[in-house]
């Protein structure tokens, strides 16, 4: 037996084909958004990376450290001020990546944060020794490709409003230990521990023996597959808004065979 006609029914429908449709345009604007940004971040890298290597020094204009760039530093390493950043995973292993400054002119206290690399994190660990320690005293000249900050991970805040890994007020940290933190901000790493340092952040891509692992990440530029989610998103709104005209139309002819003064049922 078919059910009967119920203008409520029809009206609920319409209302929700139109949530649907205001939904999923949206939605796919969004993704055409991600796809715009993932293209920029690709030809950004392509950019950086064709650009002539920089040599860094204090005078270094700020406009020539643009990311992804490749860059050579000479200096000292100041290994007392390492920095460990926690879950930073390798191949599916939980480890570390080291961050170390360089100190490039010792009269003015400047210095290059470097990424030197990814350490294996070792359950038990009490503390990292520093990578390069027999050479630690000596002037390196390394190389590697510029950042505008550090890569950032989520963080967890705690109750309080404050970080839960936030970094020592001032460096090296009391009885030596290395500090251990999920990000690292440039800023706040400037004052713990007093050095003056370039507005770019190295990652360490050769110029040091040691056991550290150089295989550093990129940013997803797989644009195509936010260009696939839109065409469904906007697929999606088109069959919701080809059944939103068939619901009202069917309405709408039905309203005119009945006539206005037939009341529909609820």
Same mark, same amino acid.
């Given at each position: 037996?078919?059910?009967?006609?119920?203008?409520?029914?029809?009206?609920?429908?319409?209302?929700?084909?139109?949530?649907?449709?205001?939904?999923?345009?949206?939605?796919?604007?969004?993704?055409? +958004?991600?796809?715009?940004? +993932?293209?920029?971040?690709?030809?950004?890298?392509?950019?950086?990376?064709?650009?002539?290597?920089?040599?860094?020094?204090?005078?270094?204009?700020?406009?020539?450290?643009?990311?992804?760039?490749?860059?050579?530093?000479?200096?000292?390493?100041?290994?007392?001020?390492?920095?460990?950043?926690?879950? +930073?995973?390798?191949?599916?292993?939980?480890?570390?990546?080291?961050?170390?400054?360089?100190?490039?002119?010792?009269?003015?206290?400047?210095?290059?944060?470097?990424?030197?690399?990814?350490?294996?994190?070792?359950?038990?660990?009490?503390?990292?020794?520093?990578?390069?320690?027999?050479?630690?005293?000596?002037?390196?000249?390394?190389?590697?490709?510029?950042?505008?900050?550090?890569?950032?991970?989520?963080?967890?805040?705690?109750?309080?409003?404050?970080?839960?890994?936030?970094?020592?007020?001032?460096?090296?940290?009391?009885?030596?230990?290395?500090?251990?933190?999920?990000?690292?901000?440039?800023?706040?790493?400037?004052?713990?521990?007093?050095?003056?340092?370039?507005?770019?952040?190295?990652?360490?891509?050769?110029?040091?023996?040691?056991?550290?692992?150089?295989?550093?990440?990129?940013?997803?530029?797989?644009?195509?597959?936010?260009?696939?989610?839109?065409?469904?998103?906007?697929?999606?709104?088109?069959?919701?808004?080809?059944?939103?005209?068939?619901?009202?139309?069917?309405?709408?002819?039905?309203?005119?065979?009945?006539?206005?003064?037939?009341?529909?049922?609820?």
């Amino acid at each position: 037996m078919a059910r009967p006609y119920s203008m409520t029914r029809t009206l609920g429908a319409l209302l929700l084909l139109g949530v649907m449709i205001a939904v999923f345009i949206p939605l796919g604007n969004w993704q055409l +958004r991600r796809a715009a940004e +993932r293209k920029g971040i690709m030809h950004a890298i392509e950019a950086g990376r064709n650009s002539p290597p920089v040599a860094l020094a204090p005078d270094t204009p700020a406009k020539t450290l643009t990311n992804w760039r490749p860059a050579t530093a000479s200096g000292v390493w100041l290994d007392n001020f390492t920095v460990l950043l926690q879950n +930073r995973n390798y191949k599916g292993r939980p480890g570390y990546w080291v961050a170390t400054p360089l100190l490039i002119d010792p009269a003015l206290h400047t210095a290059v944060l470097v990424l030197r690399g990814w350490l294996p994190f070792t359950a038990g660990q009490a503390s990292v020794t520093a990578p390069d320690a027999a050479h630690a005293d000596k002037t390196q000249t390394i190389r590697g490709t510029l950042l505008d900050h550090v890569p950032r991970l989520f963080e967890l805040w705690s109750f309080s409003g404050h970080s839960t890994d936030a970094l020592p007020a001032k460096l090296p940290a009391p009885g030596g230990a290395t500090p251990q933190v999920q990000n690292l901000d440039l800023g706040a790493y400037a004052r713990a521990t007093g050095l003056k340092f370039i507005p770019a952040v190295m990652e360490q891509t050769s110029g040091s023996q040691d056991r550290l692992v150089r295989d550093w990440p990129l940013p997803s530029i797989d644009f195509a597959r936010n260009n696939g989610y839109a065409m469904q998103w906007f697929s999606f709104a088109a069959i919701a808004a080809a059944a939103w005209l068939v619901v009202a139309w069917r309405a709408w002819r039905r309203y005119r065979s009945q006539g206005p003064g037939v009341p529909p049922s609820a």
